[in-house]
C-alpha cells in the first residue's frame, strides 16, 4: 500500500514537503513517480526517480523548483515543493511501478498508487 501526505495550504511562493510511504513491501526495484490532477484537468506526471541508479526526472513546469527523493531505509519517497504557484494547485498522488526508463512517465505503467493528498496554492 502507498499513502501519500504532506498536502495542505500554502501561499504563492511558499514550500510544501509531501511523503510517501509504502507498507508491505519494499520500493526497491520500483520506480516511484508523483502524478498531480487539477480540477477539471485529466491527471499529469509530475515527477519520478527511477528504479535503477535513482535517476530523476521532471515535468517542465516544476523543473528547478521541485525535487524527488527517496528513503530506503523508511520506505518512503518525497517531493519538496519550493516556489509553489497557483498553478501547482492540484490532488498530488504517489506511485511505483517497475517499468521500463522509456515508460518512466505513462501513468498507466504504474502498479501501485496512494489515495492522494491536496495541494492548494493561493495566490
Known amino acids: 500500500q502507498l499513502q501519500a501526505y504532506g498536502g495542505g495550504l500554502v501561499q504563492a511562493g511558499g514550500s510544501l514537503r509531501l511523503s510517501c510511504a509504502v507498507s508491505?513491501?519494499?520500493?526497491?526495484?520500483?520506480?516511484m513517480g508523483w502524478f498531480r490532477q487539477a480540477p477539471g484537468k485529466e491527471r499529469e506526471f509530475v515527477a519520478v526517480i527511477a528504479k535503477s541508479g535513482g535517476r530523476t526526472y521532471y515535468v517542465d513546469s516544476v523543473k528547478g523548483r521541485f525535487t524527488i527523493s527517496a528513503d530506503s531505509a523508511k520506505n518512503t519517497g518525497f517531493l519538496q515543493m519550493n516556489s509553489l504557484k497557483p498553478e501547482d494547485t492540484a490532488v498530488y498522488y504517489c506511485a511505483t511501478g517497475r517499468q521500463i526508463l522509456s515508460a518512466i512517465r505513462q501513468q498507466e505503467a504504474y502498479l501501485y498508487w496512494g489515495q492522494g493528498t491536496q495541494v492548494t496554492v493561493s495566490s
Open positions: 508491505g513491501r519494499t520500493f526497491n526495484g520500483y520506480n
